[in-house]
């Protein structure tokens, strides 16, 4: 189908005017809305799982830029990360023991 | 103006006065349905799909936050509505034949030298046949896109799909169309040469 006769269509499909709601409608829904009841509240795990692609990807991020931290710190012989953490918490781990 | 006025009138449904939900329905009733009725055309299913979208809306009523005018929010959940809907129905069909179509709806298709003016009903008549064989994703960007004239952005914004996923799923989607319309011209034809052979 030529490009312009495709185009007359969505012109001509345009052209169609939207059905008017019936007279009811609002007062159909009202009765919906008020059989449920009050809306449900935003719960912190509603709230977690609308920020959890962000949150996934901020922990992405985060973990990658420690990795690159880790790698640029052994290339120029600086400290390791991973010893220096474990250094940590030992220190916490016999401390905490009396040792 | 409009803005604040279902501002304050939130305010109110979402401080304990349930019963002015009529009154928001009735301010965005017309909106809800012109998007919904490019994608069901039977009144009822259409009716139920809008009752669907304000109780789903209703639902959802305290993740609203005001940054985005009400509207822009409602009409997001209306093409969600919408894309359920249609995958609903792709799932119920079983086979997906094509539709007999009206007499000036295929004239305008078999006529390709001079093909005239098509009325609007016509084309819809035509659009639903070849969409049929769409995607459910396909037909809903093609009718923002070149029906309802939406941006790539405003088409982003309403899907939650990124622009780039957009423009891939618009250039495929009107391919598919054109191969779709040039399918339904080649069986109407084929059937009425079976007519007239009969």
């Not at chain 1, 710190?73 to 220096?84: C, K, R, T, V």
């Not at chain 2, 359920?84 to 094509?98: C, P």
């Not at chain 2, 093609?142 to 952005?153: A, H, M, Q, R």
């Not at chain 2, 780039?164 to 989607?173: N, P, Q």
């Amino acid at each position: 189908m030529k490009e312009t006769k495709l185009k007359q269509l969505f012109e001509a499909a345009r052209r169609e005017p939207a059905p008017l709601p019936p007279d009811h409608f609002a007062d159909v829904v009202q009765r919906a809305v008020s059989r449920q009841g009050a809306p449900e509240p935003f719960s912190i795990l509603d709230q977690l799982a609308f920020l959890f692609p962000r949150v996934a990807v901020a922990a992405v991020i985060l973990i990658c830029c420690c990795l690159a931290g880790d790698f640029l710190l052994s290339m120029f012989n600086g400290p390791d990360l991973g010893e220096g953490l474990a250094r940590l918490s030992d220190q916490w781990l016999l401390a905490g023991n009396g040792i | 103006m409009a803005q604040s006025d279902d501002a304050e009138l939130l305010d109110r449904i979402r401080g304990g006065a349930v019963d002015e939900f009529a009154e928001l329905v009735r301010r965005h009733q017309a909106h809800v349905f012109a998007i919904l009725s490019r994608y069901e055309r039977d009144a009822h299913r259409l009716e139920d799909l809008a009752q669907e979208t304000f109780l789903k809306a209703w639902k959802a009523l305290a993740q609203f936050d005001g940054r985005a005018p009400f509207e822009h929010w409602l009409s997001r959940i209306a093409v969600h509505a919408a894309l359920d809907h249609l995958r609903k129905q792709k799932r119920s069909r079983n086979e997906i034949g094509f539709p007999e179509l009206g007499e000036d709806a295929l004239e305008w298709l078999h006529n390709d030298a001079e093909p005239g003016q098509l009325e609007a009903r016509d084309a819809r008549e035509l659009l639903d046949a070849a969409m049929q064989r769409l995607s459910p994703t396909d037909r809903l960007v093609i009718t923002l896109l070149e029906i309802e004239e939406c941006s790539v952005k405003e088409i982003s914004a309403l899907t939650g799909w990124s622009s780039i996923a957009v423009r891939v799923r618009a250039v495929r989607a009107r391919k598919r169309l054109r191969d779709a319309l040039e399918q339904l011209e080649q069986k109407n034809h084929e059937r009425n040469e079976t007519e007239t052979t009969l």
